[in-house]
């Protein structure tokens, strides 16, 4: 189970893994497993669509899908727009919800994730969006602001509908809290490299292999990394080191100057055969 | 400024203690949902507000600022000819405007500013409406050498370009942000987006008694010397309490500062007046709690009543003032609103354009947009009051930034003319 080339044939069934099965998990040489993020509507559904085959024949293996907000105020300038143009085009989140059950049906060989922030899981019902989630299929959530300590009970739904709720830990998180957080998140410690939004360029050295290190010393899951991966350069940096390359902004960077044969070149600098 | 016996702390945290909370929630209002880069952010300002909580040298260099240099205590004027015009109540009007820089923002900026310094931050970064907050902002930042970058709406910036003007004369960055509604919680947005990747030599002068705990503690604390020192005052003029207290609603720093000291006594009645707009199914507006519009959510650090629609997505504000135009409020007031404690009301456009010509003919007052809507919101009532009622209207800034705003609501054609003339004057200067 190295990427999603070798998975393509695997039924949806699948989908029902816990999270963590699916990641090898082993930092032990094999081939870093990617992670891709999309925004629902943007540009629009029919790209998203083209974009996640594109993730599934270049043998991503994670994908991340943002629903929008109309605050989404841990994301940068690129990912600011497309939130806000999404919405501008009538983006809801019975589409996004529609949508995803879609793909989750079409691409078995991906693992589907979704990333918003708590107000569009709040007004949908915490415990209802988790269901439609479990539902469709949707392994993980990545809820930026769903502060841990004052999200008690959107963290029991996910357990409750082995739904992975995902947590976030930086370089500035302590290591008692990184304790904390490594034990309620689900799945796997998603790693922001550095301060900062989205979007700008992070450079990969000796603090970003420290940071790993201490996450990797407490950390019970696999670990993915994430904020200002953009190269393939950055990818190799951290293989052997973290389970998941997460590549958000820089994808979509691409797509908005290459479109989609950009996007399918890009993919496969980064990601190895 | 303050009475005599009690020490500066004493008295602030009296008045402020409560009704603020440590823990952050009012109700089922507050709480932080910060992202995971900004817990130290908070958790360095929770360790060092509560520290200064008890430092009884910090708040008498904070009341020195606030007396010597801001010109604290401000007075409480007692409206005679406006209270003749209409018969019925005694109206006070708590003058903020008379701060320096103009609003009770000023009481708030210097007492975050000074905590940056304490914190031994070098650089702070605000958020503005109407200007008046990052102007204080800026000239705090300027009086205690730190620097300032300050986020506005580009809309906003368009509505009170004097404030602009002022802010980078201070030293100011000013960076105007072009998205969304380009108004109050975009700035907010834009600020935080800064602040996570500055914490580390970077405060945020939060402006409002809004956003993640400590935010509505931190701001209460430092607006509550505006009813202390009004309580005082109507005891001395009158030996009795107000019959009522209004204040205008943003985010709810004024409204908050102005009844902290009444809200023990459970027979004055607080007021808070938001922004109609263009009235009630406009969707034209930013009265959240008036016209019953506001949905409990999490946006932008904490849980409150929003403006939003079904899917959780902010709605579009409106208001004539740009401070009102803000798509959330306070916890600390939603909670009090759902207690029955602040009665909400709101006051549009044309009511708030009536009621300034009434307030400058009839008093010779000249209040921001902003805080014209308290009064609007008091003349609204006051044909149910009697003459041995007592009004106190606290007018939280003073509306010289208005100038451009006020002669178009009024179709001021002398005034649109001497700007033509002006207009002209620069473009022949350039040729
Ligand atoms: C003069 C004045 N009053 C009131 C407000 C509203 O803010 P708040 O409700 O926080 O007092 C503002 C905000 O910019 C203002 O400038």
């Known amino acids: 189970m190295m990427n999603g080339k070798h998975l393509s044939g695997e039924k949806p069934g699948n989908s029902k893994m816990r999270l963590a099965e699916r990641i090898t998990g082993s930092p032990s040489g094999q081939p870093i497993q990617i992670m891709t993020h999309q925004i629902l509507g943007y540009p629009d559904f029919d790209t998203n669509y083209e974009m996640i085959r594109l993730f599934q024949e270049s043998g991503a293996r994670f994908v991340e899908l943002q629903l929008p907000f109309s605050e989404p105020i841990a994301d940068g300038p690129v990912f600011l727009h497309a939130n806000q143009a999404s919405l501008a085009s009538g983006t809801t989140t019975k589409q996004c919800l529609e949508f995803a059950e879609r793909v989750v049906t079409d691409f078995p060989g991906l693992s589907f994730l979704f990333m918003t922030y708590y107000n569009v899981v709040i007004q949908y019902g915490i415990e209802e969006f988790v269901k439609a989630c479990a539902a469709i299929g949707i392994q993980g959530l990545i809820v930026p602001d769903a502060y841990p300590e004052e999200s008690q009970e959107f963290m029991e739904a996910c357990r409750q509908n082995g739904v992975e709720p995902i947590l976030i830990v930086t370089p500035y998180t302590s290591s008692e809290r990184l304790v904390y957080l490594s034990a309620v998140t689900g799945g796997f410690l998603y790693c922001a490299a550095r301060k900062g939004v989205t979007g700008t360029k992070t450079s990969f050295g000796k603090e970003t292999e420290a940071f790993i290190t201490r996450v990797r010393s407490i950390a019970r899951t696999p670990i993915a990394v994430g904020f200002g991966i953009q190269s393939d350069q950055d990818v190799r940096f951290l293989e052997g080191k973290c389970d998941i390359a997460i590549i958000g902004t820089q994808i979509l960077t691409v797509l908005e100057q290459e479109g989609l044969s950009g996007v399918k070149r890009f993919l496969k600098t980064i990601i190895p055969a | 400024m303050m009475s005599g016996h009690k020490t500066v702390f004493q008295t602030i945290s009296a008045a402020a203690e409560a009704l603020v909370k440590d823990d952050g929630y009012y109700g089922n209002y507050g709480g932080s949902f910060i992202p995971e880069i900004l817990v130290p952010a908070f958790a360095e300002i929770k360790e060092h507000f509560a520290a200064i909580k008890q430092d009884e040298a910090f708040w008498q260099e904070y009341c020195s600022l606030l007396a010597d240099y801001s010109g604290r205590p401000t007075p409480l004027t007692y409206a005679d000819r406006l209270t003749d015009y209409f018969g019925r109540a005694k109206i006070y009007v708590k003058r903020e405007d008379l701060n320096h820089t103009g609003a009770h923002k000023l009481n708030n900026a210097l007492g975050q500013v000074l905590l940056a310094k304490k914190m031994g931050k070098t650089r702070v970064i605000a958020e503005t409406g109407a200007g008046q907050h990052g102007v204080a902002t800026a000239t705090a930042a300027a009086k205690l050498g730190l620097t300032a970058t300050i986020y506005m709406g580009r809309e906003d910036m368009e509505r009170q370009y004097s404030n602009v003007f002022w802010m980078k004369r201070l030293g100011a960055e000013v960076i105007a942000v072009?998205?969304?509604?380009?108004?109050?919680?975009?700035?907010?947005?834009?600020?935080?987006?800064?602040?996570?990747?500055?914490?580390?030599?970077?405060?945020?002068?939060?402006?409002?008694?809004?956003?993640?705990?400590?935010?509505?503690?931190?701001?209460?604390?430092?607006?509550?010397?505006?009813?202390?020192?009004?309580?005082?005052?109507?005891?001395?003029?009158?030996?009795?309490?107000?019959?009522?207290?209004?204040?205008?609603?943003?985010?709810?720093?004024?409204?908050?500062?102005?009844?902290?000291?009444?809200?023990?006594?459970?027979?004055?009645?607080?007021?808070?007046?938001?922004?109609?707009?263009?009235?009630?199914?406009?969707?034209?507006?930013?009265?959240?709690?008036?016209?019953?519009?506001?949905?409990?959510?999490?946006?932008?650090?904490?849980?409150?009543?929003?403006?939003?629609?079904?899917?959780?997505?902010?709605?579009?504000?409106?208001?004539?003032?740009?401070?009102?135009?803000?798509?959330?409020?306070?916890?600390?007031?939603?909670?009090?609103?759902?207690?029955?404690?602040?009665?909400?009301?709101?006051?549009?456009?044309?009511?708030?354009?009536?009621?300034?010509?009434?307030?400058?003919?009839?008093?010779?007052?000249?209040?921001?947009?902003?805080?014209?809507?308290?009064?609007?919101?008091?003349?609204?009532?006051?044909?149910?009051?009697?003459?041995?009622?007592?009004?106190?209207?606290?007018?939280?800034?003073?509306?010289?930034?208005?100038?451009?705003?006020?002669?178009?609501?009024?179709?001021?054609?002398?005034?649109?003319?001497?700007?033509?003339?002006?207009?002209?004057?620069?473009?022949?200067?350039?040729?």
Request: glycine share 12%.
């Open chain 2, 178 to 431: 072009d998205y969304g509604s380009r108004t109050l919680k975009d700035a907010i947005n834009e600020a935080l987006r800064d602040w996570v990747s500055s914490f580390e030599t970077t405060h945020y002068v939060l402006g409002t008694a809004s956003g993640a705990h400590p935010f509505p503690a931190i701001v209460s604390y430092f607006q509550a010397v505006i009813g202390i020192e009004a309580k005082e005052q109507i005891l001395r003029a009158e030996g009795r309490l107000p019959s009522r207290v209004y204040a205008c609603v943003g985010g709810g720093s004024n409204a908050l500062g102005v009844f902290q000291a009444f809200y023990p006594h459970g027979d004055v009645e607080l007021v808070g007046v938001e922004a109609g707009g263009e009235g009630q199914g406009s969707g034209r507006h930013a009265a959240r709690i008036a016209y019953g519009e506001g949905k409990a959510g999490v946006a932008q650090g904490f849980k409150t009543l929003f403006l939003q629609n079904n899917d959780g997505q902010m709605k579009d504000t409106y208001s004539l003032a740009a401070g009102l135009d803000y798509v959330g409020v306070s916890p600390i007031l939603a909670d009090l609103s759902e207690r029955g404690r602040v009665r909400f009301t709101a006051a549009t456009d044309t009511e708030v354009v009536e009621a300034l010509e009434i307030i400058m003919k009839t008093e010779g007052l000249i209040p921001a947009l902003e805080s014209t809507h308290a009064f609007a919101g008091a003349f609204n009532d006051i044909t149910e009051s009697s003459g041995s009622d007592i009004f106190i209207i606290n007018m939280s800034g003073r509306g010289d930034k208005d100038i451009f705003n006020v002669a178009e609501g009024l179709q001021d054609d002398e005034w649109k003319a001497f700007i033509r003339r002006k207009a002209r004057q620069f473009e022949n200067a350039a040729r």
